[in-house]
């Protein structure tokens, strides 16, 4: 097994066991654990997958399909075991965005495609799935947050597209770039990295600091 095909095992299991997280926090039942562990592991990939005109992943292995049944029937058991489950499905998250935004540029070089179109796949295939998890689910949008999320996605795919292109191993290529993506989102996490925002020309510092654009000291 390639260490791309480790990555894509292992994003499809850590982003479906966010889909379980999510669905444990609205007390579900076993099969919107399944159904939101699919949706969030496989999501990314397929619209992947449907814009470079490829078969979709998980129709080609089915065992993608058995790895987020998986990550749901775990979730369903131990969910409560879990103090912040919130918490934990960022964290989670970050980690299938490291995973996916390698293996979202990975797919698009092997395709033949430029190096623009494999940062864009990249970024879409690590969080597209999330996106739809928090639309089906209710939970905040990560996409919302201040915190950085696509940005992180940003530095995987162009991190791992730019070693590919130096003739990098691609082993090492692949944990270089998600290790990248990992550091960004998880400072993000931790510290409350942001990138600055748009605002409105003329606002006063209180306006600014009552809709969260200047922290208080």
């Not at 260490?3 to 299991?13: D, L, P």
């Not at 299938?96 to 293996?103: E, P, Q």
């Not at 033949?112 to 969080?127: E, H, R």
């Amino acid at each position: 097994m390639t260490m791309i095909q480790i990555f894509n095992y292992a994003g499809v299991f850590v982003f479906a066991a966010t889909g379980a997280l999510a669905a444990s926090r609205r007390q579900l039942d076993i099969i919107a654990f399944i159904f939101l562990a699919a949706v969030t592991g496989i999501g990314g990939g397929t619209l992947r997958d449907l814009i470079l005109g490829v078969p979709v992943f998980w129709v080609e292995d089915p065992g993608n399909l058995l790895v987020c049944m998986a990550a749901a029937f775990i979730v369903y058991f131990s969910a409560n075991l879990l103090e912040s489950r919130y918490r934990l499905l960022l964290w989670l998250d970050a980690m299938g965005l490291a995973a996916y935004s390698v293996l979202g540029a990975a797919k698009g070089l092997a395709l033949g495609f430029d190096s623009t179109i494999a940062v864009v796949t990249g970024i879409l295939t690590a969080t597209f799935g999330g996106i739809l998890r928090d639309i089906v689910s209710g939970e905040p949008s990560v996409l919302m947050r201040r915190e950085i999320y696509v940005t992180a996605a940003l530095a995987g795919s162009s991190a791992y597209t730019l070693l590919y292109k130096l003739s990098v191993a691609p082993e090492i290529a692949a944990v270089a770039a998600a290790l990248a993506a990992f550091a960004v989102r998880g400072g993000a996490l931790y510290f409350g990295w942001i990138l600055p925002n748009y605002h409105k020309p003329g606002r006063t510092d209180e306006e600014l600091k009552r809709d969260g654009y200047i922290r208080s000291e």
